[in-house]
């Protein structure tokens, strides 16, 4: 058997085993194995799987030899119908540690080995039971941590990106094969590349994939909506980062200057994921740690998504110029803080060059500050991520760059459109291979024109067993 030490390439038609549940002590664990022996392997560990019909548990146990390993179910499926595609077993059994380990070895002493991380989804890919996208929608789904992103893995899964970029490449294919009729037949003198039908399909499709390109609500909703605290020293942005998480996440002290760095924690607004951010105050300063720190604010609150200002509302100062040119229209809350030691009306929002911006004027010490801050910070998130919601979006870096890739082809056959007329016939094949290579690009996400190098960057990030 191979080491297990994640250097050792893929290899198509090796029966493979891995626990497909976690490895912690549980009333339960799956162990599945996949390939053209999974069958015989399966039978010889629990003999109950011999003449059982498929996808039916059976009961019984599970052996290596004469030795009595486990008890429980095992479950046969035959190739294609099956997760994998393959013939595949998968024996239930209880737990432990010990009876997991027990059984690995007892299928690892026949003709199988370990499952490399994501190899069962990749075999799945490979053998048309899905595509790439719905592959990453699976490690998302798994990864899930909020109701958003399960909806949208699941959405991704069930093949709404995949459909979505096919689309896109059908698109593609449609303009090719106009070009390519000018090329297979010259003597018609068909005048295809000066065609106005052509240009504006062409047109078309790279507004749409600009568009697709703009949007930041799936990536935001797998990674995280990013919100900024930010404010001077002492306004009070530890005490709130506190509570909204709930617990004692920064040091709060009436000492100006206490938080130094960015202090992050995760939250779910909504049902949206948020990464929230607690930054050092705002001010100048000499020391050379605190200026690190204020340049790492200014950093956090440019990159939010949403930006919640702390205002210490005892020094009745104004709004510097520093924090309005931070303000993020429709994604900005202003929080009064110590609002209890003011004596004066506070307004529900303040105008900043033209823009309203919400404003709660709270004593953060108090747990009612909670229930009045939360309702406007949910609306301003879900503003941000909605989106997600209910389309198939972009979700990872190489779906924008598959986009990235084929707005360049598309770019490159117009420029070549443009010089019909000088000589058709080479025009026309550059033409053809700038799209051939636009729908390559797109047919990369899906897995249609992958390579091996796209699969093994999909899979790496999978856990064992899936």
Same mark, same amino acid.
Request: net charge negative; with cysteine; proline share 3%.
């Given at each position: 058997?191979?080491?297990?030490? @994640?250097?050792? =390439?893929? *290899? +198509?038609?090796? $029966?493979? #085993?891995?626990?497909?549940? %976690?490895?912690?002590?549980?009333?339960? &664990?799956?162990?599945?194995?996949?390939?053209?022996?999974?069958?015989?392997?399966?039978?010889?560990?629990?003999?109950?799987?011999?003449?059982?019909?498929?996808?039916?548990?059976?009961?019984?146990?599970?052996?290596?030899?004469?030795?009595?390993?486990?008890?429980?179910?095992?479950?046969?499926?035959?190739?294609?119908?099956?997760?994998?595609?393959?013939?595949?077993?998968?024996?239930?059994?209880?737990?432990?540690?010990?009876?997991?380990?027990?059984?690995?070895?007892?299928?690892?002493?026949?003709?199988?080995?370990?499952?490399?991380?994501?190899?069962?989804?990749?075999?799945?890919?490979?053998?048309?039971?899905?595509?790439?996208?719905?592959?990453? @929608?699976?490690? =998302?789904? *798994? +990864?899930?941590? $909020?109701? #958003?992103?399960?909806?949208? %893995?699941?959405?991704?899964?069930?093949? &709404?990106?995949?459909?979505?970029?096919?689309?896109?490449?059908?698109?593609?294919?449609?303009?090719?094969?106009?070009?390519?009729?000018?090329?297979?037949?010259?003597?018609?003198?068909?005048?295809?590349?000066?065609?106005?039908?052509?240009?504006?399909?062409?047109?078309?499709?790279?507004?749409?994939?600009?568009?697709?390109?703009?949007?930041?609500?799936?990536?935001?909703?797998?990674?995280?909506?990013?919100?900024?605290?930010?404010?001077?020293?002492?306004?009070?942005?530890?005490?709130?980062?506190?509570?909204?998480?709930?617990?004692?996440?920064?040091?709060?002290?009436?000492?100006?200057?206490?938080?130094?760095?960015?202090?992050?924690?995760?939250?779910?607004?909504?049902?949206?994921?948020?990464?929230?951010?607690?930054?050092?105050?705002?001010? %100048?300063?000499?020391?050379?740690?605190? &200026?690190?720190?204020?340049?790492?604010?200014?950093?956090?609150?440019?990159?939010?998504?949403?930006?919640?200002?702390?205002?210490?509302?005892?020094?009745?100062?104004?709004?510097?110029?520093?924090?309005?040119?931070?303000?993020?229209?429709?994604?900005?809350?202003?929080?009064?803080?110590?609002?209890?030691?003011?004596?004066?009306?506070?307004?529900?929002?303040?105008?900043?060059?033209?823009?309203?911006?919400?404003?709660?004027?709270?004593?953060?010490?108090?747990?009612?500050?909670?229930?009045?801050?939360?309702?406007?910070?949910?609306?301003?998130?879900?503003?941000?991520?909605?989106?997600?919601?209910?389309?198939?979006?972009?979700?990872?870096?190489?779906?924008?760059?598959?986009?990235?890739?084929?707005?360049?082809?598309?770019?490159?056959?117009?420029?070549?459109?443009?010089?019909?007329?000088?000589?058709?016939?080479?025009?026309?094949?550059?033409?053809?291979?700038?799209?051939?290579?636009?729908?390559?690009?797109?047919?990369?996400?899906?897995?249609?024109?992958?390579?091996?190098?796209?699969?093994?960057?999909?899979?790496?990030?999978?856990?064992?067993?899936?």
């Amino acid at each position: 058997m191979p080491p297990m030490n @994640g250097t050792f =390439d893929y *290899i +198509a038609g090796d $029966t493979i #085993v891995a626990l497909a549940t %976690a490895p912690v002590a549980a009333g339960v &664990a799956i162990i599945r194995i996949s390939g053209p022996e999974a069958w015989s392997v399966g039978e010889s560990i629990c003999s109950a799987l011999k003449g059982a019909s498929v996808r039916r548990a059976v009961w019984g146990k599970f052996k290596f030899g004469s030795e009595e390993l486990d008890e429980g179910l095992a479950m046969g499926f035959r190739a294609p119908a099956s997760f994998t595609g393959e013939d595949v077993v998968e024996l239930h059994g209880h737990g432990g540690k010990a009876v997991v380990q027990a059984v690995l070895e007892a299928v690892l002493a026949h003709v199988v080995r370990m499952a490399l991380p994501g190899e069962f989804s990749r075999r799945a890919v490979l053998n048309g039971k899905m595509d790439l996208t719905a592959a990453e @929608g699976l490690a =998302d789904l *798994i +990864a899930a941590q $909020t109701d #958003v992103q399960r909806r949208q %893995a699941l959405r991704q899964l069930d093949g &709404a990106l995949g459909e979505r970029f096919e689309g896109w490449r059908t698109a593609v294919m449609h303009l090719l094969a106009q070009v390519e009729a000018a090329i297979d037949f010259p003597d018609e003198e068909l005048e295809v590349l000066s065609a106005p039908a052509l240009t504006k399909g062409m047109h078309q499709l790279m507004g749409t994939l600009q568009d697709a390109l703009g949007e930041q609500a799936g990536a935001r909703v797998r990674d995280g909506i990013a919100m900024a605290i930010v404010g001077k020293p002492n306004a009070g942005k530890s005490t709130l980062l506190n509570l909204l998480t709930g617990r004692d996440v920064a040091i709060v002290s009436d000492i100006a200057g206490t938080t130094r760095d960015v202090v992050t924690s995760m939250l779910d607004i909504g049902g949206f994921p948020v990464t929230l951010a607690d930054t050092a105050g705002m001010r %100048a300063t000499k020391d050379v740690i605190e &200026a690190e720190g204020v340049r790492r604010a200014r950093l956090q609150a440019q990159r939010a998504d949403v930006l919640v200002l702390v205002v210490d509302s005892t020094l009745g100062e104004e709004l510097g110029p520093d924090f309005a040119e931070l303000l993020l229209p429709g994604r900005t809350l202003i929080i009064m803080s110590k609002a209890d030691r003011v004596d004066m009306d506070f307004p529900p929002q303040i105008t900043v060059d033209g823009v309203e911006y919400p404003v709660v004027a709270v004593n953060l010490t108090e747990a009612e500050a909670f229930g009045r801050i939360l309702p406007v910070l949910s609306r301003m998130v879900a503003a941000v991520g909605g989106e997600a919601s209910e389309s198939a979006l972009l979700t990872r870096q190489r779906h924008k760059q598959a986009v990235e890739e084929a707005l360049k082809a598309l770019g490159q056959a117009l420029k070549g459109m443009a010089r019909a007329g000088t000589d058709d016939g080479s025009v026309a094949e550059l033409v053809a291979q700038d799209l051939r290579d636009a729908a390559a690009a797109i047919g990369s996400v899906t897995g249609r024109t992958g390579s091996e190098d796209v699969l093994d960057v999909v899979f790496s990030t999978f856990c064992i067993g899936k």
